[in-house]
């Protein structure tokens, strides 16, 4: 299969180089050139089906032109060595916990497929000094850095904000050593992807390195996403709640939520999405007046969140021939201020005996504001709330019990190369690498 760029100036390219080069050449995102519409019969038979074998069914529609189909399969078994469980947290409100991987958030399924996806062709084209930059604003570092982790001839870098991501977040990325580096830059997240952003754009660098990106604009990041949307729908299936299902995405960069209209696109009955979004609302604004305007990001409490120009919006706005009116037929979107998202996380632990992290709780406050009589909605639950751990347990007034596997990264030291927020600097180090 090809991939198109949404900027429509780049020419076509196949899943080896839109994976390799993460970004089209004319700045836009990659796009596979077909979605196909799966057949009838999987969807009747869905709910018997296992999470890899339905994962194995979307990841084929996509991949399996270009992946020999038992690499395929292992890849997918691998990726998804760990559930994800659609909870009941109300008669009607459903969360899907997509936190049981190894980082504790669902970055952890793209992190991990796509590092197989790229170890594969590299492993096939004998190379071995490959270069993966990432801009984290929390959890894109630990997932793609514990993804690539020990994969040979990889060299990973996770730019991230000084300062402005959890200490636990920033021990999942900053402790592993072996092939990952952590890069701590003196500025925003936004300003960590914008140096990302040039990179690739550098004649010199591309020259003189093997650079690719693994931030969510990566096809082989952004696809996997979509296989989770098909489990929950199973699971709902089998409780007799898929009907009427609306789909609530805590956004930032709108990489989980565009992998779910994907989803949409190939026949998963998902009535509507919700797009719930903290203070930086830009996509909200979005809807409200059709005209598109970043501005930068604000710090917030569900911080992964804290994005001020969307990556993904050019994949929603591609995927909806530009129509403002189209878009806003399939989504609806709210916002919410860290005060509305902490009372959220105090209301539901203390009414329904469930814990949220401050981003699943804008996906649940939406659903509790937004459902229809007779609809069933479903919130991505994208992180555990221990990876809050302060801010979750100030709002409780209770401690939270904390994942072995989260102490561990805590146990490790901390190793990073301090960056100020200058390309001529990134270069530099780049190019004495
Ligand atoms: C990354 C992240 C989000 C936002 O996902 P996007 O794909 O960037 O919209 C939401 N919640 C958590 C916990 C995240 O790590």
């Given amino acids: 299969m090809k991939y198109y760029s949404t900027n429509q100036q780049a020419d076509r390219v196949s899943l080896r180089d839109a994976v390799v080069k993460g970004l089209a050449s004319d700045k836009g995102l990659f796009m596979p050139e077909a979605i196909q519409t799966l057949p009838a019969s999987f969807f009747e038979k869905i709910s018997t089906l296992s999470f890899t074998e339905i994962a194995y069914v979307v990841a084929d529609a996509f991949f399996g032109e270009d992946i020999p189909a038992d690499t395929l399969k292992q890849i997918v078994e691998d990726t998804l060595s760990f559930d994800t469980p659609v909870v009941k947290v109300t008669d009607n409100i459903y969360s899907l916990e997509l936190y049981h991987g190894p980082t504790l958030a669902f ?49 990973v870098f996770v730019l991230y904000p000084k300062g402005k991501v959890s200490p636990i977040q920033e021990c999942q990325f900053t402790t592993l050593g072996q092939n990952i580096t952590a890069l701590e830059v003196e500025g925003t997240f936004d300003d960590c992807q914008a140096l990302v ?8 660098l591309n020259a003189h390195l093997n650079l690719t990106s693994a931030n969510s604009i990566n096809v082989a990041r952004f696809l996997p996403q979509a296989f989770y949307y098909f489990y929950a729908y199973a699971q709902l299936m089998r409780m007799g709640k898929s009907n009427n299902l609306v789909v609530c995405v805590p956004s930032g960069n709108f990489g989980n939520i565009t992998a779910g209209l994907i989803g949409k696109r190939m026949g998963l009955p998902i009535k509507r999405f919700i797009a719930a979004n903290n203070q930086n ?35 929603i706005l591609d995927l909806y021939n530009h129509k403002h009116e189209a878009i806003k037929a399939d989504i609806s979107s709210t916002t919410y201020s860290d005060e509305t998202i902490a009372a959220t996380v105090k209301d539901v632990y203390e009414t329904h005996a469930y814990l949220l992290d401050p981003h699943g ?73």
């Fill in 361 to 433: 709780a804008c996906g649940y406050q939406a659903l509790k504001e937004g459902l229809q009589p007779g609809e069933v909605g479903l919130f991505l639950e994208t992180a555990h709330p221990a990876k809050f751990l302060e801010t979750v347990e100030g709002i409780i007034g209770d401690s939270v019990v904390v994942p072995e596997k989260l102490q561990v990264f805590m146990k490790g030291t901390k190793q990073t190369v301090m960056l100020p927020n200058s390309f001529t600097e990134f270069k530099r180090y780049l190019l004495a690498l």
């Fill in 281 to 315: 609302d830009i996509f909200h604004q979005y809807l409200l007046s059709g005209v598109y305007q970043p501005r930068p990001s604000v710090s917030t409490i569900a911080n992964a969140m804290d994005v001020g120009d969307p990556s993904n919006f050019a994949r």
């Fill in 107 to 155: 970055k952890d399924v793209g992190g991990r497929f796509m590092a197989r996806i790229l170890g594969y062709f590299i492993q096939q084209e004998g190379q071995t000094d490959v270069n993966v930059l990432v801009a984290t604003s929390g959890d894109t570092g630990s997932a793609v850095a514990n993804g690539f982790l020990g994969v040979k001839g990889i060299q």
């Fill in 197 to 204: 952003k040039q990179v690739f754009m550098d004649e010199e």
